[in-house]
């Protein structure tokens, strides 16, 4: 994976842009928006007044790319019903081999073993992550689950 460095305001578009293997200026173009127009101006640090970009902005960029994009949550809780306090599951993804991860504020792309914060630059140490996209290529998924047929992408 090949580290991109950003201001702050475009870790999302910058994680997608590592974890696709492509840069932002081909995102962008394919998205139709770069995320940086001010839509909050009241909202505090300059990050939080942009737009920014949804994580499903993304997905027919991985499909172009044969790559599915799938949900993950660290730390689901469990519980039989709204009157028990969950209890919280700890999530990893070793196994992933290319993620975009999100906390609250920030997003970084994961490789498998390093965290690529497109702020901060790359990193071992773990990364409190509290949703992420693991991108799945699509022959590993055709190879996994026989019975899906996947007839043509558009």
Same mark, same amino acid.
């Given at each position: 994976?090949?580290?991109?460095k950003?201001?702050?305001d475009q870790?999302?578009?910058?994680s997608?842009?590592m974890?696709?293997?492509?840069?932002?200026?081909? @995102?962008?173009?394919?998205?139709?928006?770069?995320?940086?127009?001010?839509v909050?101006p009241?909202?505090?640090?300059?990050?939080?007044?942009?737009?920014?970009h949804?994580? @499903?902005? &993304? /997905?027919?960029?991985? @499909?172009?790319r044969?790559k599915?994009?799938?949900?993950?949550?660290?730390?689901?809780?469990?519980?039989?019903?709204?009157?028990?306090?969950?209890i919280?599951?700890?999530?990893?993804?070793?196994d /992933?081999?290319?993620a975009?991860?999100m906390?609250?504020?920030h997003a970084?792309? /994961?490789d498998?073993? /390093?965290?690529?914060?497109?702020?901060d630059?790359?990193?071992k140490?773990? &990364?409190d992550?509290?949703i992420?996209?693991?991108l799945?290529? @699509?022959?590993?998924?055709?190879?996994?689950?026989?019975?899906?047929?996947?007839?043509?992408?558009?």
């Amino acid at each position: 994976m090949k580290m991109i460095k950003v201001n702050e305001d475009q870790c999302m578009v910058a994680s997608w842009a590592m974890a696709l293997s492509t840069t932002i200026d081909t @995102l962008v173009e394919e998205i139709g928006v770069d995320g940086r127009e001010w839509v909050w101006p009241e909202a505090g640090t300059t990050p939080a007044k942009r737009r920014s970009h949804h994580p @499903l902005e &993304f /997905y027919h960029s991985c @499909l172009k790319r044969n790559k599915i994009p799938v949900y993950v949550i660290n730390r689901p809780g469990l519980s039989p019903g709204t009157n028990y306090e969950p209890i919280e599951i700890v999530y990893s993804v070793p196994d /992933y081999k290319r993620a975009v991860l999100m906390d609250n504020t920030h997003a970084v792309a /994961y490789d498998g073993t /390093y965290y690529y914060d497109p702020a901060d630059g790359i990193k071992k140490d773990t &990364f409190d992550w509290r949703i992420g996209w693991a991108l799945i290529d @699509l022959i590993t998924l055709n190879t996994m689950h026989k019975d899906i047929v996947i007839n043509e992408i558009v």
